[in-house]
């Protein structure tokens, strides 16, 4: 018999739900990590520090307030790395305590070490001090995460040169900055540095940035970041990067040179698999460190389940939680329903940026008609009260059977936001329930209602000019 009915390796989002599901379901279940990694990447290096780090720089920084208060407005004049790290760190030793309590109620028991296979049913599981102890499980589910990807031509210092794993351990705010890649997490950043006042620029090789979220809501969030002073150089590739002992020179293919105080590096995510000795269980990763699963998140080897960032896109910790339960549940042989299609997308940026559905663009291609409705916060009492003039929710309406195709939302609060529209879409709701429904005022949510009307009232011209 198997000394366990489940091994989890990894504690993030994924491996966490997916040993507290199996727990609740009345199996022995075991998690493996570093003492100092409990909750992964997660909680230490990228979503929750990155988070916090924003909440933190939008309130010393007072940015979301100058339109009440001016544009000199600020909390704090200089705001040093000290500054910024106490809430992170409050934050991240909160959420570990959290997910220890969490394991510990369940009754997972949480294992320090690394683990490795030794055949498709055992793993070793290797200790602070190097002593290895073998356990084996009737189902192990992989759940490792990733690091940030390292380009071979560029020397990381982690000083100066840095990923976004390390870029919260800088000395100082610097005060220029060139981020390499306009993905999801080189935008963050980009617009916390800028919101922080350093001189940040941007280079990215594509054309586009963000290029799966909608065109007007990506214009508006560039006009944004313009006007804090960034720097976009699409369609550059990064041939070298020259370190200095008073900074960097950032060398583009087209003989640009970019002089900052610290460059950034996000360039893509690498799966943490190279120490499982995969081969062993019978399993192989692609060239990114990725392992292929099907739709219950089983490898190829049945009884062995992978789900979060180690397999790839979305790589959200929010997708990553439900694959865990998805696993979990059907390697314990209860009844599960797969992972909706409908998924809400949210990006921190400055300022936030959230979607569910389709875009305008993709509904194009398709050659699926939809209407338009739009609520801009500055027309909404809430938005004038927070002082949030640039904020819009837009809805995409079939004017056919009048269900939500998509909503995009740019603002204050988009992540949260977001939800709502995700509810009437996945409920197979129409547009007419928003403008049918009461919300509290004075809210952002209102913007439902506002958006839906307008939405209604364009579909309302076209029949009457049918008539």
Not at 103 to 116: D, F, I, K, P
Not at 172 to 197: D, K, T
Not at 339 to 350: A, R, S
Request: aromatic share 6%; with cysteine; charged share 25%.
């Amino acid at each position: 018999m198997p000394e366990l009915d489940m091994l989890v390796i990894g504690s993030g989002p994924g491996g966490q739900k997916a040993a507290i599901a199996a727990a609740k379901l009345g199996r022995r279940v075991a998690v493996v990590d570093r003492p100092d990694r409990v909750g992964g990447v997660s909680i230490h290096t990228g979503t929750i520090p990155s988070k916090t780090l924003r909440e933190a720089v939008l309130y010393l920084t007072g940015l979301t307030q100058r339109d009440l208060y001016g544009q000199s407005y600020r909390l704090k004049d200089e705001i040093t790395v000290a500054d910024l790290t106490a809430r992170t760190e409050h934050v991240v030793s909160r959420e570990v305590d959290v997910i220890r309590s969490q394991l510990s109620r369940n009754h997972v028991a949480l294992l320090a070490g690394t683990g490795r296979f030794v055949d498709d049913h055992t793993v070793a599981v290797r200790d602070v001090t190097g002593q290895d102890r073998m356990l084996t499980a009737e189902h192990i589910v992989i759940a490792t995460g990733t690091r940030p990807a390292r380009p071979d031509l560029v020397e990381f210092d982690e000083r100066t040169i840095l990923d976004s794993d390390n870029v919260i351990n800088l000395e100082r705010v610097p005060r220029s900055m060139v981020i390499v890649g306009a993905g999801v997490i080189g935008m963050e950043y980009a617009s916390m540095f800028a919101a922080l006042g350093s001189k940040v620029t941007v280079v990215e090789q594509r054309e586009r940035m963000l290029d799966f979220c909608d065109v007007e809501v990506i214009e508006s969030l560039k006009y944004h970041l313009r006007d804090l002073a960034v720097t976009f150089r699409f369609g550059e590739k990064v041939a070298a990067v020259e370190r200095h002992p008073r900074g960097t020179i950032t060398v583009l293919e087209s003989g640009k040179r970019i002089p900052a105080d610290a460059v950034m590096y996000s360039a893509g995510r690498q799966g943490l698999t190279d120490e499982l000795d995969l081969g062993k269980a019978g399993l192989t990763a692609d060239s990114r460190g990725r392992i292929a699963v099907d739709a219950h998140y089983r490898t190829a080897v049945p009884h062995i389940y992978a789900v979060g960032d180690v397999i790839g896109f979305p790589a959200l910790a929010a997708t990553s939680m439900e694959q865990g339960r998805v696993a979990a549940y059907h390697a314990c042989g209860e009844p599960v329903h797969p992972m909706p299609e409908l998924q809400p997308i949210g990006i921190y940026t400055i300022p936030e940026i959230s979607f569910v559905g389709r875009t305008e663009d993709q509904l194009t291609e398709q050659r699926v008609p939809f209407e338009v409705g739009v609520a801009r916060y500055r027309e909404l009492a809430r938005g004038q009260i927070i002082g949030d003039a640039h904020g819009v929710l837009k809805l995409l309406v079939s004017p056919e059977d009048r269900r939500l195709l998509g909503v995009h939302c740019f603002g204050t609060g988009a992540t949260e936001l977001i939800h709502i529209g995700q509810a009437v879409m996945g409920s197979g709701g129409t547009v007419d329930y928003l403008v049918d429904a009461v919300f509290n005022y004075p809210t952002l949510a209102e913007s439902y209602k506002v958006a839906a009307l307008d939405a209604t009232n364009k579909i309302r011209q076209i029949e009457q000019l049918r008539d």
